[in-house]
């Protein structure tokens, strides 16, 4: 018996959602493949494209968010203490007639470390976004969208930005 497609959706998003969290510098596919981490855009480009040659429509998007919306799940060290941008990339899959939210930023590793994940989807509803998003834009390329909006920040917000995702990463790498 042939897997369904929405079976086949659940399977490669656990795939890509339990690859940990990292790879901020450089967010390509080849890199996250090489170095077993990825970030929210490299995740969700590759999901896509798996999806996509499995005849899964899907939708990419970026979203602005503040920082400040994930001290809830941080240590009082590394929560942004002032307002601090990113833009959150996640999909919109088909699988019948419905379109449904996929956020596979988080996995099992960063569940771990007390962060929000989605290991838990089985395809019947929206996942959660875990970077929480006050506005959302469908792209066609997640890599430009998101250095075409990292550039348009303030130099100072570029600054902050970088700061937090090195110090993120740090503690959701430590053992």
């Known amino acids: 018996m042939p897997i369904s497609k929405k079976d086949f959706a659940v399977y490669q998003f656990h795939m890509v959602a339990n690859i940990p969290y990292g790879g901020i510098g450089d967010r390509s596919r080849e890199n996250l493949i090489q170095n077993n981490r990825g970030s929210c855009s490299s995740k969700h480009a ?52 419905n379109w449904t939210l996929l956020d596979a930023t988080f996995g099992v590793t960063e569940k771990a470390k007390g962060m929000p994940t989605n290991i838990g989807w089985d395809g019947n509803s929206d996942c959660n976004i875990l970077f929480p998003v006050s506005e959302r834009t469908i792209v066609d390329d997640i890599f430009s969208a998101k250095a075409s909006a990292i550039a348009d920040l303030s130099e100072d917000q570029q600054q902050k930005r970088q700061h937090f995702f090195a110090k993120l990463v740090a503690y959701l790498n430590e053992k």
């Open 46 to 97: 590759l999901l896509s494209d798996m999806l996509y040659m499995a005849g899964i429509e899907t939708k990419k998007y970026i979203g602005k968010c503040d920082l400040r919306r994930l001290n809830a799940f941080l240590p009082e060290q590394l929560q942004a203490k002032e307002e601090i941008f990113d833009f959150h990339n996640f999909l919109e899959i088909k699988t019948g007639l």
